[in-house]
C-alpha cells in the first residue's frame, strides 16, 4: 500500500539543560544548556512514523522546513518546558496540488497546522480526490471537512470547534482524550496505563498507527486502538519521538 502525507513541517529543537538558580537582576530562571536533539517535526514528524511503522510513504510539505524553528528549552530532570521560541512561523508559503495524483494512493494523511500552507478548499478537494483522507487540523472545522474519511483533533480543539459541527463531520470525527484514551461516536477508547514523559508528537503518532490500521482493515474501531497503542509508546519517551 502506498500512503501520502501532506502538510506543513518545521524542525523541532530541544534544548536540555539545567537550572538552580535566578537571575539576580529580575525573578527569571537562569537557563544552562547542555546538549540539544533537532528533528524535522509536524507533517514530517508523521511521515517519519508512518515509515517506521513500515509504511511506503511520500511527503509533500514546505521545502523550507529546517528553516522554521521550534525552540523548546527543557530542564533534563523534571523534563519541565521553561520557554518556546518560534523562528519564521509565518514562512510557511502556499502549498500547490497541482500534478499529484492522488489515484496513486491507498490513502492520504492531512497534517494542518493552519499555518496557511493549505486552504479549506485545497483540503476539500483533497477528499474529494483521495481514496481515504485523514485530515489532523488546527482550523475550526466546517463544510469544507464534508469530504474527508476521518478527521482527528484533540480535546481542546473539540471544545472550540464543537458549536459549529455538522452531522456529516461529527460523523467521522475522532477526538483523543490524552491519558483517557480517545472518542468515537460517543465510544470512548481507552489507553493502557503508562508513565507519561511527554506527550509532544503524540498525535502525530496515533493518527499514522491509525491511518496505516484504517487502510489495511476497513475497520475504525481496530484503528483507533492501534492509534492509542503506538500513542503510548511514544508518550514515555522525551521530546518528539516516532514508535
Not at 26 to 45: Q, R, T, W
Not at 114 to 128: C, M
Request: contains cysteine; aromatic residues 8%; glycine residues 6%.
Amino acid at each position: 500500500m502506498k500512503f501520502l502525507v501532506i502538510g506543513e513541517s518545521c524542525l523541532d529543537v530541544f534544548v536540555y539543560g539545567s537550572v538552580v538558580r535566578l537571575a539576580p537582576e529580575s525573578p527569571v530562571p537562569v537557563f544552562n544548556s547542555v546538549s540539544s536533539v533537532e528533528n524535522l517535526g509536524m507533517a514530517s514528524n508523521v511521515a517519519a512514523n508512518m515509515r517506521a511503522l513500515d509504511c511506503d510513504t511520500i511527503l509533500y510539505t514546505n521545502a523550507n522546513a529546517k528553516e522554521i524553528k521550534k525552540i523548546r528549552y527543557v530542564e533534563t530532570k523534571s523534563n519541565h518546558m521553561f520557554l518556546r521560541v518560534d523562528e519564521n512561523d509565518d514562512c510557511y508559503g502556499r502549498a500547490n496540488l497541482r500534478g499529484i495524483d492522488f489515484s496513486k494512493y491507498d490513502c492520504v494523511v492531512i497534517s494542518d497546522y493552519d499555518k496557511g500552507w493549505l486552504s479549506t478548499n485545497q483540503i476539500n478537494f483533497i477528499g474529494r480526490k483521495a481514496k481515504v483522507s485523514i485530515l489532523d487540523t488546527k482550523k475550526i472545522l466546517g463544510k469544507w471537512a464534508y469530504s474527508i474519511s476521518f478527521i482527528k483533533i484533540n480535546e481542546t480543539e473539540y471544545a472550540r470547534t464543537k458549536a459549529v459541527l455538522s452531522e456529516d463531520i461529527i460523523e467521522n470525527l475522532i477526538v483523543t482524550l490524552g491519558p483517557r484514551g480517545a472518542m468515537h461516536k460517543e465510544v470512548t477508547y481507552p489507553v493502557p496505563n503508562v508513565s507519561r514523559v511527554d506527550s509532544a508528537g503524540a498525535g502525530d503518532s496515533f493518527v499514522s498507527a491509525f491511518a496505516k490500521a484504517y487502510t489495511e482493515s476497513g475497520s475504525a474501531h481496530h484503528a483507533i486502538e492501534k492509534g492509542n497503542e503506538v500513542a503510548s509508546i511514544v508518550v514515555q519517551k522525551k521530546g518528539v519521538s516516532t514508535i
